[in-house]
């Protein structure tokens, strides 16, 4: 496998994908110090109720956590401290725009190494109702009985 391709997941969003629908993904790098590219090597990170902002032409990263490196002197990072996502200029417009227009959010989907870079799959995501929420549940449950059902047809005795 090849640096570039060699994706290594740190840790993922799972909540996102119930709380909002997912309308786009947008790939970008993340800004970090030296005791935090180690705290994420080590998988130490949460992204549970972290969101992306833009401002003054640049995105930042907000609530995610990394924790301090064991390691690391006494002058370790701030666990929640915010960071700078790197994407392009025509990216930033493009998702400003979106985000002012329609009220969009900007989530972050999953954290991950590509090669020796730390990514963050971005997501522009709208909210959920609760009642979309529910029938989210129902389909799976409903998705679940038919692969039971068929699981067990397949067996003849």
Partial sequence: MSPETDVRPVCTNRKARYLYFILETVE????LVGSEVKSLRAGAA??????????RGEVFLH????SPYEQATHFGHDPLRTRKLLLNRSEIRRLTGKVNERGLTVVPLSVYFKGKHAKVELALVKGKKQYDKRAAIARRE????????????????
């Fill in 28 to 31: 970008a790098g993340i800004a």
């Fill in 46 to 55: 949460n992204i549970r109720d972290s969101y992306a902002s833009v401002e």
């Fill in 63 to 66: 609530h995610m956590h990394i």
């Fill in 142 to 157: 409903q998705d679940r009985e038919i692969q039971r059902a068929v699981k067990g047809r397949g067996h003849v005795e």
